[in-house]
């Protein structure tokens, strides 16, 4: 693929991203897609065959892979610090997209994925999954034990995740730092046991 080629195929990724997170996958259309991009719509279909499913599977690893950066950078210095640092992304998302928009990851994962194709959803557990690998890990390294360490991981994703949802339906942060607040807590225990 030319270079030209693959910044075009990024543009559409990075936009379906940004589509997915504001109105979900279904209600968003391959022609909306790639106007958003601004692609040609006869390109989507070159650079993915598979469609708008294989498009959504692309997008959500590319959202993913970006939060999954800012983790490994920040849990480095320990789990409350990746803790806060995956609140900011999610704080900065809402607020600064007044309640429009939230993680694409989750959008796609709770959605019905047409009969027979799952790939969208497989990469949206995937994400899920290498979060909670990253935090699950950041925790094992501060002397938490493994079972507990991967709870705690899922609980951080699920909750975030979920007060994201709630923001945007209520269009108010607070469920986002009411979460914050107790995550926080349980993480800061959890590491001084």
């Known amino acids: 693929m030319t270079e030209q080629g693959q910044e075009a195929r990024q543009r559409m990724v990075a936009g379906a ?8 996958l279904n209600a968003t259309s391959v022609r909306e897609l790639t106007k958003h ?36 950078r920040e849990l480095a210095a320990g789990p409350v610090e990746g803790l806060r640092a995956f609140l900011a992304l ?9 309640f429009q928009a939230g993680c694409p990851v989750l959008a796609v994962a709770i959605e019905e994925p ?5 790939s969208a959803v ?24 493994a079972p507990d360490a991967a709870r ?14 709630l923001c945007r339906a209520k269009r108010d942060i607070a469920p986002l730092d009411a979460v914050a607040t107790q995550l926080e807590a349980v993480l800061s225990a959890a590491v001084a046991r």
């Open 114 to 118: 047409p009969a027979g194709d799952r």
């Open 152 to 165: 705690l991981a899922t609980l951080v994703v699920a909750a975030v995740e979920g007060s994201v949802a």
């Open 37 to 72: 991009s601004a692609a040609p719509l006869g390109s989507t279909y070159h650079y993915f065959p598979g469609g708008k499913q294989e498009l959504a599977a692309e997008a959500v690893r590319y959202a993913g892979s970006l939060v999954s950066k800012v983790l490994r």
């Open 122 to 145: 497989a990469a949206a557990a995937e994400v899920f999954a290498d979060w909670e690998a990253l935090m699950g890990a950041a925790l094992g390294e501060r002397g938490v034990a």
């Open 17 to 24: 991203a940004d589509m997915i997170r504001r109105r979900g």
């Open 90 to 98: 999610w704080r900065q998302t809402v607020l600064g997209t007044d």
